[in-house]
């Protein structure tokens, strides 16, 4: 599926609708340069999620967790995973051990930066910058 957003909210929504498919288990890897929308779509799946505490980015402490009253779905573990040189980085840690856990969602930014460690779980979503409101979106 492809979409463009005309700004922030109908990322924000874009995200917030997707949520709602998830059952647990999940990572999502979300590619694009900064500025894409990534956080911002992570923000909406958070909404989506029930989680009211306001989604950051998590660039300065690479993972933040967040917990998530669902019968299924426990946590929404959001990674940015800019400032990690390689997969091994990320098995120090403990993200081998989160993502095996099936009651996780899991949402990595920079996934290309860990990709060895998600490429046989993940789900693939491309932002791309067009112009200072409109993104392109690709699920
Ligand atoms: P990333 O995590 O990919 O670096 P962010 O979601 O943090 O990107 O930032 C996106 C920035 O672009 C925000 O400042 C947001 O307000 C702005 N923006 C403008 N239009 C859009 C849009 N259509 N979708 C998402 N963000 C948008
Ligand atoms: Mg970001």
New binding site residues.
Partial sequence: MRTI????K??LDLGRNFAQKLKGGEVLALF??????????AKGIATGLGISKTIT?PTFNIMKVYPINNKAIKQLVHIDAYRLASSLDAEEIGLVELMADPSNIFIV?WPENIWDLLKERASIIN?KFMD????EIRI
């Fill in positions: 957003t005309q700004n922030e109908e990322t694009g340069d900064l500025g894409a929308g990534k956080t911002t779509f980015s930014e932002f200072d409101s409109k993104r």
